[in-house]
């Protein structure tokens, strides 16, 4: 295993010629090729998941010591955390109506290791077609191997909510809202 350093530099910033600190992540270089093939296994394993809701094959794409910031849940610090979590989110309303989670872009930044890329959260059609979701972005880092040792989910809940919120209205006037989406409805004041 490696062991990633932390350098605080000042660096020009456009704030009035005043200098900023920031970090630098300094990671061990992984080719482009690898980079590429191991975040096109990761997407197919997310797919999968989506498809089956057996998330345990996605958790086993990170190392066991990954860690994993997700904005609204918190801060999960190995596989066993990231497995719960994402079977209680994926295992309940919204999530449970998610179908899927493809990339709409992405970037591959070699020099850190990492891939930024933006995902689609659609929800399952609520009977006419209509395709309602949200975005996220979402930044891995690569450890090798085809692992992942760090990922950070970046959204804003509220638009999750009113995406979510929009789906349930579409689904009570097409007759197709479930028990736990009229739930959510009522914890989340679905009025207009």
């Not at 345990?56 to 190392?63: G, L």
Request: glycine share 8%.
């Amino acid at each position: 295993m490696f062991s990633t350093t932390y350098t605080r530099e000042a660096m020009p910033s456009t704030n009035h010629g005043r200098t900023c600190s920031s970090f630098r992540v300094n990671s061990p270089q992984f080719s482009r090729s690898e980079l590429v093939d191991a975040f096109a296994a990761f997407e197919a394993t997310v797919d999968a998941a989506a498809q089956s809701h057996d998330w345990d094959a996605w958790v086993q794409h990170y190392t066991p010591d990954v860690l994993y910031i997700e904005h609204a849940a918190g801060t999960m610090r190995g596989r066993d955390e990231v497995r719960e979590w994402i079977s209680r989110t994926m295992g309940s309303f919204p999530g449970s109506h998610m179908v899927a989670f493809p990339s709409l872009w992405h970037v591959i930044d070699e020099p850190t290791g990492r891939v930024i890329m933006e995902l689609d959260n659609p929800m399952r059609d609520p009977g006419d077609g209509t395709v309602i979701g949200e975005t996220n972005i979402s930044i891995i880092t690569y450890a090798g191997d085809g692992l992942w040792r760090q990922q950070e989910d970046i959204y804003n809940p509220l638009r999750f909510v009113q995406a979510t919120l929009k789906w349930c209205r579409k689904a009570a006037e097409l007759g197709t809202l479930d028990d736990a989406g009229a739930q959510f409805v009522a914890q989340y004041g679905g009025a207009q």
